[in-house]
């Protein structure tokens, strides 16, 4: 069973112990107990509670580990599809030579990396290297005279990789 499935069954187990809960509530109902909840503290509906708020955190940390990764994936495809090697699309564009599908391509995946947290450095470098690289693009949909040489100085790999790259082990 991958992470999915576990998390599901996490959220699945919560939502019925909220289920069970309410019923409690509206079919027993009680005087509170001193603690201010309807039931006594060592009660199975206490331990029910602290159950499903274990439940709650684990999923809660899973999805943001998950996001994580999710991310690492955009920029890694965002990388290969745009930007990897002598033909790749940013060459093409840094040339002059893209055409306008590959010019939306490229958009998209630029788009997609300003959108995404990176994986190591400082947020706010990232949101400036990925929008300036963003807006070279779209000058170079609309055809502006130096958007080539403009993309080429925003597109600088070793600028952004220097610092938001994770280091190989």
């Not at 309807?38 to 509670?49: A, V």
């Not at 300003?114 to 949101?127: C, I, Q, R, T, Y």
């Not at 040489?149 to 610092?163: P, R, S, T």
Request: hydrophobic share 45%; glycine share 6%.
């Amino acid at each position: 069973m991958d992470w999915t499935g576990v998390v599901a069954l996490g959220l699945r187990g919560f939502f019925q112990e909220i289920e069970i809960f309410l019923k409690f509530l509206v079919l027993r109902p009680e005087k509170p107990a001193a603690s201010g909840y309807p039931f006594k503290p060592n009660s199975p509906m206490m331990t029910t509670l602290k159950t499903a708020r274990l439940f709650a955190a684990v999923a809660m940390f899973s999805t943001v580990t998950v996001s994580q990764g999710a991310d690492d994936d955009r920029i890694k495809e965002a990388m290969k599809g745009g930007f990897k090697g002598d033909t790749s699309l940013a060459k093409l564009a840094s040339e002059g030579k893209a055409s306008k599908e590959d010019i939306a391509k490229l958009k998209a995946y630029c788009e997609t990396m300003v959108k995404v947290v990176p994986p190591v450095g400082d947020e706010a470098s990232w949101k400036a290297k990925t929008e300036a690289l963003l807006k070279s693009v779209v000058d170079l949909e609309a055809g502006v005279a130096d958007a080539p040489k403009a993309f080429e100085k925003a597109a600088n790999c070793k600028a952004c990789h220097e610092v938001h790259k994770p280091k190989k082990k």
